[in-house]
């Protein structure tokens, strides 16, 4: 079922006896979690009617003892089974005996809702629970969005604030921020705040109000180094050094940016898509895509090299064989050269 049929249905007050949530983008199914509990248990009943359980730590079976039971002085209990492993083909942490719920699948109670949360990108479909879990429940598969599919998760999310946001915008956002959905939900909403009911979120608005992080500083200073801006990309330098941050957590980011887009180099000229490159080297989608932007930029040689002399800058830090302001201000130095 599609996210927004769900979140539909929810605020229609037309709740399932289940829901199977799953997939790599929590954000997405803590979102509805929340939802389902705003809608259905008040302030004054919510400690009586919620339970939460991680299964990792406790059998199933004790869950589903807990939604037999009636609610307390309310319409509706909530009960949120987290890290049901058991719906995957991965060893368990503890032992699961499926057969009561597969018996309550079957016939759920009416006052009770079953929050199912698997944060894994796949489920062992060969699996009876599996099946069954799917065909009864409203299933929401979260993985991580595409491009696309998170521009239209920002546009919507704007327009939940009755703000819009121009295309530029977007883009700012999302090369500023990263493609965190639960940071981009908190960045939204004070964007909308400052543009105004009925307003816009423009590029100068984002470029204005969003903070950037070590990483996504990390990243423009990279950019502006595959642009050969590199006076550019010391004045980054120097402002995060100003900021104090340590110059080994700096070259440690350099370097794990530059091994992303050397990677990403090296499997798309074997073939691979955005999509099995970042499964394989376990990012998000949207950085494979800027990485291989920046990628063209540079030949196997060069990228090796930075490398290399990325590693070695980390061994002199660490060594004390130097200043580490001096170490990073080498590197930039030698960069230019190199690029």
């Known amino acids: ?9 929810i605020s229609q007050n ?17 979102e509805i979690e929340q939802e389902i509990i705003k809608k259905t248990l008040s302030d004054d009943v919510i400690d009586f009617n919620l339970a939460v359980y991680d299964m990792e730590e406790v059998p199933i079976d004790i869950a589903i003892e807990d939604a037999e039971t009636l609610p307390f002085m309310g319409e509706k209990r909530v009960v949120i089974v987290k890290n049901a492993s058991f719906l995957t083909a991965a060893k368990q942490k503890i032992e ?7 018996t309550y699948i079957e016939n759920p109670s009416p006052s009770t809702i079953i929050i ?10 060969r699996k009876k629970i599996v099946k069954l879990l799917k ?14 599919m998170i521009k239209k998760w920002v546009q919507s999310r704007a327009k939940s604030f009755s703000v819009s946001i121009s295309d530029r ?10 493609a965190n959905l639960m940071l981009l939900a908190s960045e939204i909403e004070k964007l909308a705040l400052f543009a105004g ?3 816009e979120i423009t590029e100068e608005i984002v470029e204005e109000q969003v903070a950037r992080t070590l990483e996504q500083n990390i990243f423009t200073l990279i950019d502006k180094v595959t642009h050969r801006k590199i006076d550019e990309a010391f004045r980054i330098l120097y402002d995060l050094l100003k900021q104090k941050e340590e110059p080994i957590k700096i070259v440690s980011l350099l370097a794990r940016q530059f091994r992303i887009i050397y990677q990403v180099k090296q499997l798309t000229q074997k073939g691979y898509g955005q999509k099995n490159i970042a499964s394989m080297i376990k990012v998000h989608p949207f950085a494979v895509k800027l990485a291989g ?18 590693a070695e800058a980390d061994f002199q830090m660490k060594s004390g064989a130097m200043d580490k302001r001096l170490i990073l201000d080498l590197f930039l130095t030698k960069l230019k050269e190199t690029v």
């Open 197 to 199: 009911d009925g307003g």
């Open 169 to 178: 915008a977007i883009e700012k956002l999302l090369l500023v921020s990263g």
């Open 293 to 310: 932007e920046q990628s063209r930029r540079f030949s196997d040689h060069e990228l090796l090299t930075i490398i290399d002399r990325l």
């Open 135 to 148: 065909k009864q429940s409203d299933v929401l598969e979260a993985n991580q969005l595409n491009e696309t």
């Open 1 to 9: 079922m599609a996210q927004d049929d769900i979140h539909k249905k």
């Open 14 to 30: 037309n709740f399932a006896h289940m829901y199977l949530l799953y997939g790599k983008e929590t954000f997405l199914m803590e």
């Open 96 to 102: 699961h005996d499926l057969t009561k719920f597969l």
């Open 116 to 125: 199912i949360q698997a944060p894994y990108e796949k489920l062992d479909e």
